[in-house]
């Protein structure tokens, strides 16, 4: 037990607990003794009413009298959609006490990008990247604890914290190395989001053995807490059944005492049975009732406190609960008086309304607000949003009321929650503006909005959250369509059908024929006199490469698309509007119809802007991933390689199995084949999941494709001969391949030759004939290499020969290498396989290179 006895039962929490208040005073140590010294972090876990606050309280009274700097924050259950509710919490006072000028000095070139997440600046127009955000939010705070040394931070309740503070918690708590700070963070087991868990889970392991997982109090502590509180002639009955009654809770055993002075009752045996009736009226029901006790008017007024949940003032609460500040001031009296409500901790020392009230505890707030009747509860949450939308609070304030209003076909309502999720997206809240325009999506919107509101919501999650959303992209689509053939041939049907095109290639699922011949039908109209029909015609382009159309017409449509060889104004790689993904497809036509320098033109210009701009999560993740596909296609390997690990790294950030991460890991595993670093590329298909099942959206290089040529590589034929079939049903399904941009049929001839030659020369032969339609010299080059490798004796040396010629002209280098070194071997050239060797080394091919060098040091073949 804690050494002298707690001097009231306000400080019962702490008893038993001196290992917990010991590695309190030990991080303090280290934090004091050194502004050098590396941050600590503690993460006290425990159920509800262990004293997790208790120990914050005491970690806050510990460091401010050893002269710390202390700042804290809480997370609340009715409180999680708010968007950095927790961090801001954390921050904004400090901030605020700065002057602008002052602000901006410490955050430095974080200053603009931090600054709306936390309040203190309005956000520019358009969409923060959030992974920018999350950066500029740990360096703001890194660079405030270094200003506020020694500085202690401390997060209550971080099991309800909103995901945007525990994705900036879980980042900063990875980085504490060099920055001289303890994070104190407690929470509750259990009850959290998926995603809440995962990143509860990555602040915890970055903790270590930092992470004190509280227990109830013993029999004994009990007894002593009885004793501090009732007197020392409790007696030993009496105590034994106050740890019975509440399992040794110290919140539970603190109420449970209360009630047993309110009532007088006097502790000794023969009073014990009473303790259980006390302690169901202390809590849950008991808790509604002893409310209902208070009138009606004090239920109200604490109903709209649960409902306010945070800014708690007997004014805002008057206005909610429709009651005369008189009568406002005297409910919260007795509230306050009942142990329900309470004036804030000043110790705390955070500039407050001398009016704010909060809840006694976590739980309180919880019963009363789910004491709330449904109806009720619904319509004060409807008040709530329109006091704060008349107070000129903002859309995103609201919103987190509004949500909880039940559908009206509420026209108003809509494009507020439209307004909001704009907000939430300029400050790098895409996971909250989805919440609002899903939410608005269930009002209904009027039909003409409909397909905006989808729109909208498809724009705001599909690098973040696709998979919850494919299906919102699939009734956008068909929305869209419907919208387009409710007009006449024009600007404004062009301009939706050439939505409804995009979102379908994107998709993926949705290629067909009949798509394919519909598309081409329009873009035959288009001349590019605007962005509707550029992006028609990048939209046809980019189906005319994926179907091995002639590469020609593909190129002559994405030329069409610019304007004198640009962008146009309006199709910027962060203009809203078209996004990215367009611009995609138009670098990838480019590129897999030997293009190659206006691919890398494209995909580093989008590298430039968003780093630039500040984009650092998916969209330079992406931006990465296609650079990396250029550099891989002109046969700069080591190029290739070091920035599909740089986007891998910006991919994982943003979260796994999404399609920004799966083209990072196809493109590097791609790339490492190519290298001949078979083992390695096993490796980083394994760490990062690069396994069915596969995304439904579009992804480059060609997944089955290379995902076959792994398991072939590795020696795992049959699945490797399975992956590569699977890819061809899907070309089937789809009307034709490019087989440069899926070569599944060139590795799947390959892999057939011993054991079905007939089969290997159909498809060998298939490749050839759609290579020579699609015309390029990769193509041909690539299909004529396939069926030299198939070959025997001269047939072999020509068609090797035919292959260098046209990769010779190719801008691929490493398909050049490679086919220089096969064709000095079928030759039996030394000067062929010379310059096979000097390719490969500039490619930094490995394999090939040692391939070739065995063959020129041994003789082996050449004599």
Known sequence: MTEGRPPAAGSAPLWERDAEIAAVAQALDVLCADQTSAGSLLVLHGEAGLGKTALLAETRRIAERRGCAVWSARGAETLKSVPFHVV?????????????EEAREYLGDWYEIAGPALGIIDPQEGSADPQYVCDGLVAAVRRLARREWPLVLLLDDAHWADQETLRWLAAFAERLDDVSVLVVVARRPGDVSADSTRLLDAVAEAAGRFVNNLSALTPDATAGLTRATLGRHADDAFCREVWAV?????????????????????????????????????????????????????????????????????????RLATMTDELARNCAELLCNARILTAPDPSVGTERDPDELEFVHPLIATAVYNSIPPGVCTAMHGVAAQIITELGRGAAEAARHLLKVHPDDDEELVEQLREAAREHLAVGAPDAARRCLERALQEPPRPEVHAHVLYELGCATLLTNPAGTNDQLEEAVRTVEAEAARHE?????????????????????????????????????????????????????????????????VIDLCDRALVNGRLAPGLGWTDPEWGMELLMMLGSAYAYADRLDRAESLFAEARRVYTSA??????????????????????????????????????ERVGRRLPLYWSSTCGLVDTLLARGRVEEAWSVAEQYGFAPPYPSTIVLPDIRSVRGRLLLAVGRTEEGVGELEAAEKTAASRGGHNPVLAPWSIDLAKALAGQDPARAAQLAADARRQAERFGTDTAIGEALRCAAALAKGQDAVQLAARAVTYLEASPCQYEHAAARVEYGIAARSVAELNRGLDLARACGAEALVAQAREVLETGRGLY
């Open 88 to 100: 801001r919490q954390l921050l904004q006072p400090a901030l605020l006490s700065l002057l602008p």
């Open 246 to 318: 509440t399992g040794g809770n110290p919140y539970d055993t603190v109420e449970l005492l209360a009630k047993v002075q309110d009532s007088e009752l006097q502790p000794v045996e023969a009073h014990a049975g009473e303790l259980r009736a006390l302690n169901r009226a202390a809590r849950g029901g008991g808790l509604v009732d002893r409310l209902k006790g208070l009138g009606l008017e004090a239920t109200r007024f604490a109903w709209a406190a649960a409902i306010l949940g945070t800014g708690i003032t007997v004014d805002m609460v008057a």
């Open 489 to 553: 041939a024009g600007p404004v049907r062009m301009r939706l059908q050439a939505f409804q095109y995009m979102w379908e290639c994107i998709h993926g699922e949705t290629v067909s024929p009949a798509r394919s011949r519909r598309l081409a039908e329009l873009a035959s109209t288009c001349t590019g006199r605007d962005n509707a029909e550029r992006a028609l015609l990048i939209l046809r382009g980019f189906d005319a490469m994926t179907h091995g159309e002639s590469a020609d017409v």
């Open 614 to 651: 500040g984009w650092r999560g998916g969209h330079l993740s992406l931006a990465n991933a296609f650079l990396g596909l250029a550099y891989r296609r002109q046969g700069r390997l080591r190029d290739a390689e070091s920035i599909l690990r740089e986007g891998l790294v910006l991919a």
